[in-house]
């Protein structure tokens, strides 16, 4: 079952990949990223940023992503958690961590759940710059990095 | 009735977070229901003025303009994702 949390508060990194892999002695690999905002962004500063999502479906989308992994990896586990509301440069926003019993399985479903969150999960960014805040513009090349994995 | 809800830039710009709406009669898709929408006003045609990027989600699922609505579903129209 995956983990998959949204909430405002910051998390402890360490604290909650330690809990991936606390009393078991299967797990051979554990897998993390974690993404922190970024005080520039497209050629202008970036003082702060506010994370929207649509609440109920944002759970469900993170949970269908995690299933699909863990269907397509050999996997144990699967964590995501994902920050909304205010944050500021140099803060976690989201965090991924996925246990399996060799590298490779983890490896490639941490890079997987990563490209289809950014182009699934229902959240947008609102920049706040020296010109006003914007909303954040969809790349494609995270579309491009989400389409590697169609086959 | 349906719900529609509405995200992040399209929000702003319609100035609608959230409404009910009766349903086109007939089979209902999200094409019939975003035509309804466009002959609002210059405001609603330019949203969804073809070319504009938007997504639209049915009972948080994502969806596509094929997609049938029913009465008592919730749909969702927002700007491409930019999470993570």
């Known amino acids: ?151 | 009735m349906v719900t529609l809800l509405y995200f992040a830039g399209l929000r702003e710009s319609l100035g609608v977070s959230r409404e009910q709406l009766a349903l086109p009669s007939g089979n209902a898709t999200v094409s019939a229901l975003v035509d309804q929408l466009r002959a609002r006003d210059d405001r609603w045609t330019e949203a969804f003025a073809p070319g504009r990027q938007w997504r639209v989600a049915v009972n948080q699922q994502m969806a596509s303009l094929a997609t049938p609505v029913r009465p008592g579903d919730e749909i969702a129209f927002f700007p491409p994702v930019t999470g993570g």
Not at chain 1, 16 to 29: C, K
Not at chain 1, 81 to 101: M, N
């Open chain 1, 1 to 151: 079952m995956p983990r998959v949390r949204v909430q405002e508060a910051d998390f402890d990194t360490g604290r909650e990949l330690d809990a991936l892999t606390e009393g078991r002695t299967d797990v051979g690999a554990l897998a993390s990223f974690v993404g922190l905002v970024r005080g520039e962004n497209d050629g202008s500063a970036v003082s702060g940023m506010s994370l929207e999502h649509y609440p109920g479906m944002t759970e469900k989308a993170l949970e269908d992503i995690c299933t699909q992994a863990m269907a397509r990896w050999r996997l144990i586990d699967t964590l995501v958690i994902h920050r909304v509301g205010a944050l500021r440069p140099g803060d976690r926003i989201v965090l991924v961590g996925v246990t399996s019993a060799h590298r490779g399985d983890a490896f490639e479903a941490c890079e997987f759940i990563m490209d289809y969150l950014k182009t699934r999960a229902p959240f947008w960014k609102r920049e706040e710059t020296p010109h006003g805040a914007r909303w954040v513009e969809a790349r494609d090349s995270d579309d491009a990095a989400a389409g590697r994995w169609s086959r």
